[in-house]
């Protein structure tokens, strides 16, 4: 192990990375090797073999990474089962799964957390989380009556109780342990059960898998050019601190499209990996077994609408879907007793918080996001429903200048709420945003005063027939 440490050592200090992100990406890398001896070696045969195979290789992977550490996923996921056959599929079970992985996961947080941005077990901790978290929830609703769940909860719930195994094969299933994505337990069942082809097949998704691994390897690039102008601890050098406002807002822009490449390249090649075992499989386009077959069931980034934003509401829809689909569909829509969207938003975003760890960054990042939705949401309809200003933005000499303001709009300001995600200590996040005179709380935390006159002006505007 000492010898292994050292070579990755030397290698990632040759490339300009640390060693645990080195493993971290080597890791992704042999799911795709695991992912084709599955397919031609296991794929249709006995389920129980299937999920050894997951369970082994993800476990090994798991230790690769963390060594012994990969004991607290086993503890987590053992102690859940545990908890579920007690209490089966019942509210309390729900209650106790949820308070147990989550505190299980601050608890790493707290004992191994660092002022920067750390790869140790509670990485792929958190995603486990969820993923128990979201198993104990498809039991609870699967003990319903039929008619009384939704569509997505008679496609998600489970009827039946899985085994041990079957729970520990999803669990450390290799394309997803580490990063994600996350796919709830009845997709995991369906693939193994050969229910993601027709007449037991093997998938037509390899050239859809190395596409996405394609992709994801051309924005790691991109992220590796980008850092090497605008590193993060730029933000809190000298040379930012006296440059010009307008200077600021440029690498704003540029540094936070940067370190969201770097989430978007990992989830790509993990992605891939997972296209390729045939286990996101989303149905054929037209519903006909004749068709060209979706392979989106696992994607966590569309890339064309995260390129393509205008607005803040298309980098959510885009960015990190998995984990912004889990939130809505376990946390927000379970929350429409309060009959209130704003703080059912409010919960589902303080619990991303809580769940991603303590760094004051956190908070204050998903807190920018809460009220930059909330101005955008109040003001979008009034634009679109405004003749007047429709009639003027749709004005071909007009599109052009509105294509450029709306994308520095998005890119300044998304790499402005970053800021505190990436630099996650208080004394680095603060030093940014007093360098740039907190424009972005000013625009957008100031919108419940000013607003009002922008609405009551846009009403003023708005010529009717």
């Known amino acids: 192990m000492a010898v292994q440490s050292s070579i990755l050592s030397r290698t990632a200090l040759a490339l300009g990375a640390t060693e645990p992100a080195l493993r971290l990406l080597l890791s992704i890398l042999i799911a795709y090797p695991l992912a084709f001896v599955h397919r031609y070696f296991l794929y249709g045969k006995k389920p129980m073999q299937q999920h050894i195979f997951f369970c082994v290789s993800g476990l090994l992977i798991g230790y690769f990474n963390y060594g012994n550490d990969i004991l607290?996923?086993?503890?987590?996921?053992?102690?859940?089962?545990?908890?579920?056959?007690?209490?089966?599929?019942?509210?309390?079970?729900?209650?106790?799964?949820?308070?147990?992985?989550?505190?299980y996961l601050l608890m790493g947080y707290y004992y191994t957390g660092t002022e920067t941005y750390d790869i140790k077990w509670s990485m792929p901790q958190c995603v486990l989380t969820l993923r128990l978290i979201g198993l104990a929830y498809d039991l609870y609703d699967g003990q319903k009556p039929t008619e009384e769940l939704s569509a997505e909860q008679k496609k998600m719930s489970l009827k039946s109780f899985p085994s041990f195994l079957e729970v520990a094969g999803h669990t450390f299933f290799p394309s997803s342990f580490l990063v994600g994505p996350q796919f709830p337990m009845q997709r995991y069942l369906n693939f193994v059960h050969g229910r993601h082809t027709v007449g037991g097949a093997l998938p037509d998704s390899i050239s859809h898998g190395l596409q996405r691994f394609g992709a994801g390897c051309f924005y790691l690039a991109l992220f590796q050019l980008g850092t090497s102008f605008y590193p993060d601890n730029y933000l809190i050098s000298e040379s930012f601190d006296e440059s010009t406002l307008v200077y600021k807002c440029f690498v704003l822009a540029v540094w936070g499209k940067v370190t969201l490449y770097k989430y978007i390249s990992c989830w790509l090649i993990s992605e891939g990996g997972c296209i390729i075992t045939g286990i996101t499989y989303s149905g054929n386009v037209p519903p006909d077994p004749n068709t060209e077959p979706k392979w989106d069931g696992c994607a966590n980034v569309i890339l064309s609408v995260f390129e393509g934003a205008s607005r803040f509401g298309h980098?959510?829809?885009?960015?990190?879907?998995?984990?912004?689909?889990?939130?809505?569909?376990?946390v927000y829509k379970r929350l429409k007793f309060l009959g209130?969207?704003?703080?059912?938003?409010?919960?589902?975003?303080?619990?991303?918080?809580?769940?991603h760890g303590f760094h004051s960054g956190y908070y204050v990042c998903?807190?920018?996001?809460?009220?930059?939705?909330?101005?955008?949401?109040?003001?979008?309809p009034k634009l679109i429903n405004n003749r007047t200003v429709k009639k003027f933005l749709e004005d071909p000499k007009i599109v052009p200048f509105v294509w450029v303001i709306l994308k520095l709009y998005t890119l300044v300001f998304m790499g402005y709420c970053l800021v505190p995600f990436a630099l996650l200590?208080?004394?680095?996040?603060?030093?940014?945003?007093?360098?740039?005179?907190?424009?972005?709380?000013?625009?957008?935390g100031l919108w419940p005063l000013y607003g009002r006159f922008v609405k009551r002006f846009l009403s003023s505007i708005d010529v009717r027939d």
């Open 72 to 103: 607290h996923a086993l503890i987590t996921v053992g102690s859940t089962y545990v908890i579920l056959v007690i209490c089966g599929g019942t509210l309390a079970s729900v209650c106790l799964v949820f308070g147990f992985t989550m505190g």
């Open 315 to 330: 980098f959510i829809a885009s960015f990190n879907t998995n984990t912004n689909h889990w939130v809505a569909y376990y």
């Open 340 to 355: 209130n969207r704003f703080i059912s938003q409010a919960v589902a975003l303080l619990f991303l918080a809580i769940w």
């Open 366 to 380: 998903f807190l920018l996001e809460f009220i930059v939705m909330v101005m955008e949401k109040d003001l979008e």
């Open 425 to 444: 200590s208080f004394a680095k996040w603060w030093q940014v945003y007093k360098s740039v005179y907190f424009i972005g709380h000013l625009f957008f």
